[in-house]
């Protein structure tokens, strides 16, 4: 029994010495290098915090579950203030490595909040420090989300000179792992003021959590003009006619959320008289000073309509529909005009004379081609202006779930399965309702550029795809059908891009009535408009059976995660080993005990 004690020490002896071991090279790596996945799969979301050190080069790689996407947001960011981009940076990939397709790259100086999206089922994310002595940290956290599922009111387009919205839920608390974004866009010559009358988020002293971020143009990395959170009331302001806001919410503590309202200012020094032609309405600014320079007062001025009354600030602001307000149309040749006319109220009947001039503004919007032309004059009886200006019409492409096109679908990027019949739709956002739009040509991509490789869909009004079905016309709106692909040696997205032409409906020799046309002529009839429209990605549902590369990614992950923890499968197999040898030397032992204790022994007679 004492050989078998001393065994069992000498194993618990080695068993000590190895976890030691084991303890001081972990401490002793640098643990910025890990996998998010594996073992920690089912974590749908995790936050973390990473301090760096000088000269790294850590990876870390996140692994989603089918059908599923994964959100990854760096909402702090702290790293060497004087190192340059290229020696110090954060590198997002889509995919298992950093061979991967380059997602986008963030150094210290960037002026925006960084989220990215993966279309693989793995993400990896990749951060190079400088040899700096510097602290760094970087917070970050990731998520994955269902493209199939949609938030109600989670962002938007905002186009109106002044209007308001809420975050999703408002006031009651706002949604979990929420990613919304409002575009507000106001014609040109003015800029926005964005009031917040509530903020009540999450508190942080760094917003690192749930914030608010607001953007000094068109899109999220146009310029961060500020990021909120907890509870406040700030107040912002463009530089320009766009605005973007967005609401990002982790997966804790939820409040009430905001609610925000915005106005127009208008901001061009006009000495007269501006003009701008939209989709559906011509907008003329009128100078106040101008008017008193003719003793005239805003409120004398009217439309052909006088029940149409303009908007006053700083400015007089009339908005004409083209399809009222005493609007005429007139149909020529190649293109179609829009006029209306601006004057002063009559005199009294009772006054015989006037010195004052009698001031006409005609308006006219020529809609020619692919652009809108705008022309402004007064008549002869005045001072004469002429002013040109360039704009297009307002053409929207959506998908739709069935061939009724009720419910449009929201989903971005959106998932579908191979051979999925998918229902397309070109709207023309125009109240003049004697014009029909025609799909002239459609073409798919893999990319949003639409560099080669290319695919036909349909060309000079023809279906070019077996599976291709091109509606009749219908009004404002041009339609088609096809089933889903994908194309070889390339991404699993694809974008669609539609030449549209718009036509007068009166015309019987049209562009847009003759329909598909094999071999077209050089001067056939003419189309008002010629535009595009754009939509994508479409991204193919992932297949485990179908997927060629999945299995060889998973294992590959499972062999990074398996790696981490492999000096304590060492220890483990090493105690296990020990113990197993313990328990022989055991049983040897008690064989020999008991073979003694058999033993007979005679005493021996003496002689």
Same mark, same amino acid.
């Given at each position: 029994?004492?050989?078998?004690?001393?065994?069992?020490?000498?194993?618990?002896?080695?068993?000590?010495?190895?976890?030691?071991?084991?303890?001081?090279?972990?401490?002793?790596?640098?643990?910025?290098?890990?996998?998010?996945?594996?073992?920690?799969?089912?974590?749908?979301?995790?936050?973390?915090?990473?301090?760096?050190?000088?000269?790294?080069?850590?990876?870390?790689?996140?692994?989603?579950p089918e059908n599923e996407s994964i959100r990854i947001i760096f909402s702090q960011i702290q790293l060497d203030?004087?190192?340059?981009?290229?020696?110090?940076?954060?590198?997002?990939?889509?995919?298992?490595?950093?061979?991967?397709?380059?997602?986008?790259?963030?150094?210290?100086?960037?002026?925006?909040?960084?989220?990215?999206?993966?279309?693989?089922?793995?993400?990896?994310?990749?951060?190079?420090?400088?040899?700096?002595?510097?602290?760094?940290?970087?917070?970050?956290?990731?998520?994955?989300?269902?493209?199939?599922?949609?938030?109600?009111?989670?962002?938007?387009?905002?186009?109106?000179?002044?209007?308001?919205?809420?975050?999703?839920?408002?006031?009651?608390?706002? *949604?979990?792992?929420?990613?919304?974004?409002?575009?507000?866009?106001?014609?040109?010559?003015?800029?926005?003021?964005?009031?917040?009358?509530?903020?009540?988020?999450?508190?942080?002293?760094?917003?690192?959590?749930?914030?608010?971020?607001?953007?000094?143009?068109?899109?999220?990395?146009s310029g961060l003009i500020g990021k909120v959170c907890g509870r406040v009331t700030p107040t912002f302001e463009?530089?320009?006619?766009?605005?973007?806001?967005?609401?990002?919410?982790?997966?804790?503590?939820?409040?009430?959320?905001?609610?925000?309202?915005?106005?127009?200012?208008?901001?061009?020094?006009?000495?007269?008289?501006?003009?701008?032609?939209?989709?559906?309405?011509?907008?003329?600014?009128?100078?106040?000073?101008?008017?008193?320079?003719?003793?005239?007062?805003?409120?004398?001025?009217?439309?052909?309509?006088?029940?149409?009354? *303009?908007?006053?600030?700083?400015?007089?602001?009339?908005?004409?529909?083209?399809?009222?307000?005493?609007?005429?149309?007139?149909?020529?040749?190649?293109?179609?005009?829009?006029?209306?006319?601006?004057?002063?109220?009559?005199?009294?009947?009772?006054?015989?004379?006037?010195?004052?001039?009698?001031?006409?503004?005609?308006?006219?919007?020529?809609?020619?081609?692919?652009?809108?032309?705008?022309?402004?004059?007064?008549?002869?009886?005045?001072?004469?202006?002429?002013?040109?200006?360039?704009?297009?019409?307002?053409?929207?492409?959506?998908?739709?779930?069935?061939?009724?096109?009720?419910?449009?679908?929201?989903?971005?990027?959106?998932?579908?399965?191979?051979?999925?019949?998918?229902?397309?739709?070109?709207?023309?956002?125009?109240?003049?309702?004697?014009?029909?739009?025609?799909?002239?040509?459609?073409?798919?991509?893999?990319?949003?550029?639409?560099?080669?490789?290319?695919?036909?869909?349909?060309?000079?009004?023809?279906?070019?795809?077996?599976?291709?079905?091109?509606?009749?016309?219908?009004?404002?709106?041009?339609?088609?059908?096809?089933?889903?692909?994908?194309?070889?040696?390339?991404?699993?997205?694809?974008?669609?891009?539609?030449?549209?032409?718009?036509?007068?409906?009166?015309?019987?020799?049209?562009?847009?009535?003759?329909?598909?046309?094999?071999?077209?002529?050089?001067?056939?009839?003419?189309?008002?408009?010629?535009?595009?429209?754009?939509?994508?990605?479409?991204?193919?549902?992932?297949?485990?059976?179908?997927?060629?590369?999945?299995?060889?990614?998973?294992?590959?992950?499972?062999?990074?995660?398996?790696?981490?923890?492999?000096?304590?499968?060492?220890?483990?197999?090493?105690?296990?080993?020990?113990?197993?040898?313990?328990?022989?030397?055991?049983?040897?032992?008690?064989?020999?005990?008991?073979?003694?204790?058999?033993?007979?022994?005679?005493?021996?007679?003496?002689h």
């Amino acid at each position: 029994m004492e050989v078998v004690r001393g065994l069992l020490s000498l194993a618990l002896l080695i068993a000590s010495c190895l976890a030691e071991v084991n303890s001081t090279e972990d401490e002793g790596k640098s643990n910025c290098s890990a996998s998010l996945g594996g073992a920690n799969i089912a974590e749908n979301h995790k936050a973390l915090v990473l301090q760096l050190n000088p000269s790294e080069n850590c990876t870390w790689t996140i692994e989603r579950p089918e059908n599923e996407s994964i959100r990854i947001i760096f909402s702090q960011i702290q790293l060497d203030p004087d190192g340059s981009c290229q020696s110090e940076n954060i590198k997002v990939f889509d995919g298992t490595s950093t061979d991967g397709p380059l997602l986008g790259k963030v150094c210290n100086e960037n002026d925006f909040v960084p989220v990215f999206e993966s279309s693989f089922n793995t993400l990896t994310f990749q951060i190079v420090t400088d040899s700096a002595t510097v602290q760094r940290s970087v917070f970050t956290f990731y998520y994955y989300f269902s493209s199939d599922i949609s938030i109600p009111n989670c962002g938007g387009y905002l186009d109106t000179l002044e209007g308001s919205f809420t975050s999703p839920n408002y006031p009651k608390p706002h *949604p979990e792992l929420a990613y919304c974004v409002w575009h507000i866009q106001v014609e040109k010559g003015y800029k926005i003021k964005l009031n917040f009358t509530e903020i009540f988020l999450e508190i942080d002293k760094h917003c690192r959590f749930d914030f608010v971020a607001v953007y000094d143009g068109s899109s999220t990395t146009s310029g961060l003009i500020g990021k909120v959170c907890g509870r406040v009331t700030p107040t912002f302001e463009s530089s320009s006619d766009s605005l973007t806001v967005v609401l990002s919410t982790d997966y804790a503590n939820s409040y009430r959320g905001f609610s925000a309202s915005y106005t127009s200012i208008y901001t061009e020094n006009v000495n007269t008289t501006s003009l701008t032609c939209s989709s559906d309405k011509m907008r003329v600014i009128i100078n106040k000073s101008y008017l008193e320079s003719f003793n005239y007062n805003e409120n004398d001025l009217q439309l052909t309509d006088s029940t149409c009354r *303009p908007k006053l600030s700083n400015v007089v602001d009339f908005s004409i529909p083209f399809d009222g307000c005493g609007t005429i149309k007139k149909v020529e040749d190649q293109s179609i005009i829009y006029t209306n006319i601006i004057t002063f109220s009559a005199s009294p009947p009772s006054e015989v004379i006037t010195r004052k001039k009698q001031l006409q503004i005609i308006v006219k919007c020529e809609m020619e081609h692919n652009s809108t032309v705008e022309i402004t004059y007064i008549t002869e009886d005045d001072i004469i202006q002429n002013q040109n200006a360039l704009g297009k019409y307002n053409t929207t492409m959506a998908l739709f779930e069935s061939d009724s096109f009720e419910k449009t679908i929201l989903e971005s990027p959106y998932y579908v399965d191979l051979n999925q019949t998918l229902y397309v739709q070109v709207s023309l956002h125009n109240s003049d309702p004697n014009l029909v739009v025609f799909l002239d040509s459609c073409r798919a991509s893999p990319t949003s550029d639409f560099a080669s490789p290319t695919y036909d869909l349909i060309k000079s009004g023809c279906s070019r795809d077996e599976t291709c079905k091109v509606y009749p016309l219908f009004g404002h709106y041009g339609r088609f059908q096809f089933n889903a692909f994908k194309f070889l040696r390339s991404l699993s997205s694809v974008y669609l891009q539609c030449k549209i032409l718009i036509c007068d409906s009166s015309d019987d020799q049209s562009r847009c009535n003759q329909g598909c046309l094999s071999r077209r002529k050089r001067d056939i009839s003419s189309y008002k408009w010629k535009t595009d429209s754009i939509i994508g990605p479409i991204r193919l549902k992932r297949d485990r059976s179908a997927s060629g590369n999945s299995g060889f990614q998973h294992q590959t992950h499972a062999e990074e995660t398996q790696n981490q923890p492999f000096n304590n499968l060492h220890l483990f197999s090493f105690m296990v080993l020990a113990l197993n040898v313990v328990i022989m030397v055991t049983v040897i032992a008690r064989h020999f005990v008991n073979q003694r204790a058999n033993y007979k022994y005679q005493k021996l007679q003496d002689h």
